[in-house]
C-alpha cells in the first residue's frame, strides 16, 4: 500500500512566480491536509480539505495561496506570485474518513516538497 | 488560540537508557494527541497516538501517557538505539493539529 505522495520533491521558483504542489493521498483515504514547515520549527496547518470541499482553510494566508482537492487527480496547493517568504517545506497529510467513534483520525504524511525562492 | 510547548529542545541520552518528553498545550477541547518522528529530509512519521478517554498507551519500547487535568502529554522511550535520534514532534487538535517545535533526540552509541 504505497504511502502519501508528494510531487515534486523540491520546486525552485523566482519571485513572482507560480508554484503548483501535488499530493495524493493513501489509497482509502478521502481526507487531505497541508502543513507548512519552516526551518528547525514545528508544522503549521494550511488547509484541510475533502473531495470537492474545504472543510477548514483557517491556516491559509488570505492571499496568493489556494487549495482544490478534485474528484479525480491529487490534491493542490497553488502559490501565486511566490516571494521568499514562502520558501519551506510543504507537508501533506492525508486520513481515513473517520476515526474512532467518528472521532479525529490519524493523519499520515507524503515526504514533502520543499519550496526555493530565489 | 492553540498552543503547545514542547521540552527540552535537545536531549541527549546513552544507548539503552530512556529518553522522555513532555508537551503542554492549551486547548482542553482537544481529543488527540498524536507524537511524530522526524529523520532529516523526511516527511513526519507517526509513531503513537492517544486519545483523551484513555490515561497511557504503550507500543514495544514508546508509551505515550496523557494527563488532561494538567494539560500535558509525554513520549517515552525506553531502551533507546541509535535509530531512535531523530526530531519528535508533539501534536494535539481534533482535525487542525497544532504541532510543538520539536526535539531533537540524540541517542549516543
Known amino acids: 500500500n504505497a504511502g502519501v505522495m508528494q510531487n515534486p520533491r523540491h520546486l525552485v521558483r523566482r519571485r513572482g512566480q507560480e508554484a503548483r504542489l501535488r499530493c495524493s493521498p493513501m489509497k482509502g483515504h478521502s481526507h487531505v491536509y497541508w502543513y507548512r514547515q519552516l526551518p528547525e520549527e514545528g508544522l503549521k496547518f494550511m488547509v484541510y480539505l475533502q473531495k470537492e470541499n474545504i472543510i477548514d482553510e483557517s491556516g491559509m494566508p488570505k492571499e496568493r495561496f489556494s487549495a482544490e482537492f478534485p474528484k479525480e487527480g491529487p490534491s493542490i496547493l497553488r502559490i501565486q506570485q511566490v516571494v521568499r517568504g514562502d520558501s519551506a517545506a510543504y507537508f501533506c497529510?492525508?486520513?481515513?474518513?473517520?476515526?474512532?467513534?467518528?472521532?479525529?483520525?490519524?493523519?499520515?504524511f507524503g515526504p514533502g516538497t520543499r519550496l526555493t525562492v530565489t | 488560540g492553540e498552543n503547545v510547548e514542547q521540552h527540552p529542545s535537545t536531549l541527549s541520552v546513552q544507548e539503552g537508557d530512556s529518553a522522555v518528553i513532555k508537551c503542554t498545550y492549551s486547548?482542553?477541547?482537544?481529543?488527540?494527541f498524536p507524537w511524530y518522528k522526524q529523520e532529516l529530509g523526511k516527511g513526519p512519521q507517526l509513531i503513537i497516538d492517544i486519545r483523551s478517554n484513555v490515561g497511557e498507551k504503550k507500543d514495544q519500547r514508546i508509551a505515550v501517557t496523557l494527563n488532561k487535568t494538567a494539560k500535558h502529554f509525554s513520549l517515552h522511550i525506553t531502551e533507546t538505539q541509535p535509530e531512535d535520534s531523530a526530531v519528535y514532534f508533539c501534536a494535539y487538535g481534533n482535525n487542525r493539529l497544532a504541532f510543538g517545535k520539536g526535539n531533537q533526540v540524540v541517542v549516543i552509541p
Open positions: 486547548d482542553s477541547a482537544s481529543n488527540y
Open positions: 497529510a492525508s486520513s481515513p474518513r473517520l476515526g474512532l467513534a467518528g472521532g479525529p483520525s490519524e493523519q499520515y
